[in-house]
Structure formats: C-alpha cells, structure tokens
C-alpha cells in the first residue's frame, strides 16, 4: 500500500509554544490530506481537510487560527498548534487520499504540552 | 455515509481464524465497505475494501452478504501481532470526504 510519512513521532513543548507537524505522501500525490487528533481510549476525530494550494476546511469546534494548516504541494501538509496548551496533549494522526478510492494514515505523532 | 455497527471487543486464539462482524444495514449501492485496523499508538492501517463482491488480499478477506446489510471481516491465521482496534466503515464510492471512525471491535489474540 501507499505510504504516509509523519515528522516528528512524539514531541513535548512548553505551554504557549507553537509545534509544527509534517505529513508527508511518498509514493502517490495526495489530492486531499486529512488531519485527525485522538484522545485517549477514543476513536479518532476529524480536524480538517485540505486539498492541494486552497485553504482548510475545518470541523465545527476546531479553531482555524489555533491549528493552522498549509497544503502547498501534492505530497506535504503541515499542521502547526499555535500557543499549544495542556488540553492540546494528543495523538495527531494525517491521512492522505489520492487519485484511488483508499485513504492512507500516517503513523500519528504524540504531542504533550507540559 | 452509512453508520455502523461493530462489537465492542472480542477474543481470538492465536493460530485461529478471527471473524469480525460489521452490520450496515442503511448502506447504499455506491457505498464501499472499509476496513481499517489501529495497532495500539500507530496510525490506522488498511486492510481491505470491497463494493459487494469477496475479497481477499495477503492480509484478509472480506465476505459482503448479498442484501450488503452485512459483512465479516476475516483473519485466516490471526497472530499475537493482529491484537488491534478493528473499524469498519462506510463510504460512498469516489467520494473525496474523509473516513469516519467509530468505535471499532478490539482484538484480543490470545497465545
């Protein structure tokens, strides 16, 4: 199958730093990438969604301004928690989709804000 | 997209065959029927997908009824390493939405 990349694994910050994360496609170009967040023992969330050079749409209750998100080419998006708080210490997950009708995952980063 | 409805947890001996069930009794012609699996703190990995046909790929195979209301997924030889969270899930076919989550069956492989 298809491989996503995701850089870093697990990062920790202090409160009120910004993190960014890298999601890579890179065998295939994702016409669409995906952004989820997992809490523990839950299932995953859908952050937003972003096509390739147009801005993200997001899910009702995620801040635009606090989780930015950049799509500039067909094999990367960034997700960047600005002004990170505890209650943003989660698992991010991307996903990718192409021209097919599979969507891949990344293998998530753990972010803890201290 | 359908919604679906899974077992909360079930138990396999390993070296034995693990039937997941999926009901999606409000699924549409053109609705897919995914299966993903989340090993404990990786991303979801996937399996298989199919239309209304079986499938069977190197990891598993996927029996769809034929009213589609239903479907298992099947793990011939299931190992220590399949312990896993197993979704299933619903879409309409070339739709460019995300997958939905719910909240899976939980494999236990027993040694």
């Known amino acids: 199958g298809a491989v996503v990349s995701q850089h870093p694994s697990r990062v920790i910050c202090k409160s009120g730093t910004s993190v960014k994360i890298e999601c890579r496609s890179l065998?295939?170009?994702?016409?669409?990438m995906f952004w989820y967040r997992q809490f523990p023992k839950q299932s995953l969330m859908l952050m937003a969604t972003?096509?390739?050079?147009?801005?993200?749409?997001?899910e009702q209750g995620v801040e635009k301004d606090k989780f930015l998100i950049n799509h500039a080419s067909l094999t990367l998006s960034t997700l960047t928690v600005t002004s990170a708080h505890p209650e943003d210490s989660s698992f991010y997950i991307c996903?990718?989709?192409?021209?097919?009708?599979?969507?891949?995952f990344g293998p998530g980063t753990r972010l803890l804000v201290l | 997209d359908a919604k679906t409805t899974q077992p909360t947890s079930m138990d396999c001996a390993e070296g034995r065959a693990a039937n997941l069930p999926c009901n999606h009794s409000?699924?549409?012609?053109?609705?897919?029927v995914y299966w993903y699996r989340q090993i404990h703190s990786q991303g979801p990995q996937y399996i298989i997908h199919g239309l209304k046909n079986n499938e069977t790929n190197e990891m598993a195979s996927l029996i769809i009824t034929e009213d589609r209301k239903s479907s298992t997924l099947i793990l011939p030889h299931a190992t220590l390493r399949d312990t896993a969270v197993y979704y299933c899930?619903?879409?309409?076919?070339?739709?460019?939405?995300?997958?939905?989550f719910g909240s899976g069956t939980q494999l236990t492989v027993l040694p």
């Open positions: 996903s990718a989709k192409g021209r097919g009708e599979t969507q891949y």
């Open positions: 065998d295939f170009q994702a016409t669409t």
């Open positions: 899930i619903v879409r309409v076919s070339g739709s460019a939405r995300q997958l939905t």
């Open positions: 972003s096509n390739e050079g147009s801005k993200a749409t997001y």
């Open positions: 409000t699924i549409s012609g053109n609705e897919y």
